[in-house]
C-alpha cells in the first residue's frame, strides 16, 4: 500500500467503509515506497512481476495484484456488510460506474495530473494534458448527470467501489492541487460529502 498512490488508496477506502459498516478483516498494511522506487525491488516483485502497487498476499501464498479483483476477492471471502448488494440489475449498475470511473476517468485524470504538476517530477506536457482534459469531460458529465437526481453518493444512498475508485484518483489531485470538476457542482458536492465520512477522514491525508 501507498498513502498517495490511486489503486492502493481506492483499496484502502473500500476496506475503512467495510469496517464502518462492521466488518473487520484484520488486514494488515504494509507500506511500499514507490517514490524510493521500492516496489521494482526484488522483495516487491517477489510479490508481483508487475512491480505495482496494491498487491494482497493470499492465506495460501498466493498474490492478488490488480486492485479490482482484490476488492470483488474480499467481497468474496468476508461476506458480512459487502458493499455490492441488491438486485443483479443493481449490483451490474454498480460494477459499471466503477468502471466507467476508473477506466474512462481515473486513467486520463492520472495522465493529465502528470503532465501538470507531477509529483514524481515528469516534464510539462501541453499536448498530453489538452488531449486528457478533452478525454475527461465525457466521464465527468456522466458521473454530474448520475448525481443531478439528488443522490448523496454515486450508487445512491450507500456506498459503492465507484465512490471510493473517483475518491482514490480525486485525493492525487488535491494533493498536486489540480482542479477537475469545473462547473459541476453536484460532482463539488459529492466530493465535500465523501469526504466527511468516517472512512475517508481515516484513509485520505489530503
Ligand atoms: N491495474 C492495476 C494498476 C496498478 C498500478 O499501476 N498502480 C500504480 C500506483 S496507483 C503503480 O504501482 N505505479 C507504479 C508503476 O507502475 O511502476 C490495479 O488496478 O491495481
Partial sequence: MVPLAPNPTKV??????REQLGCQMDIEQIVVNTVK?????PEHLARNPFGTVPTLELDD??????????????EDKFSTATLLTGSA???GRARDVERIVDLRLAGPMGTYGHAVNSPLGYPKDDAKAAQ???AMQAPLNYLEEL???????LLGEQVSVADCTLQASLQFMRYIEVD?????????????RYRERPAAKAVLRW
Avoid: C
Avoid at 64 to 69: C, G, N, R, T, Y
Avoid at 148 to 153: K, N, Q
Avoid at 180 to 192: K, N, Q, S, T
Fill in 37 to 41: 522506487g521500492r516496489h521494482k525491488e
Fill in 12 to 17: 484502502m477506502l473500500y476496506i475503512a467503509e
Fill in 180 to 192: 477537475v470538476f469545473g462547473e459541476r457542482p453536484g460532482l463539488r458536492a459529492w466530493d465535500e
Fill in 132 to 134: 486528457m482534459k478533452t
Fill in 61 to 74: 501464498g498466493n498474490f492478488l495484484v490488480e486492485s479490482l479483483a482484490i476488492i470483488e476477492y474480499l
Fill in 89 to 91: 440489475e443493481q449490483r
Fill in 147 to 153: 448525481l443531478a437526481d439528488g443522490r448523496p453518493l
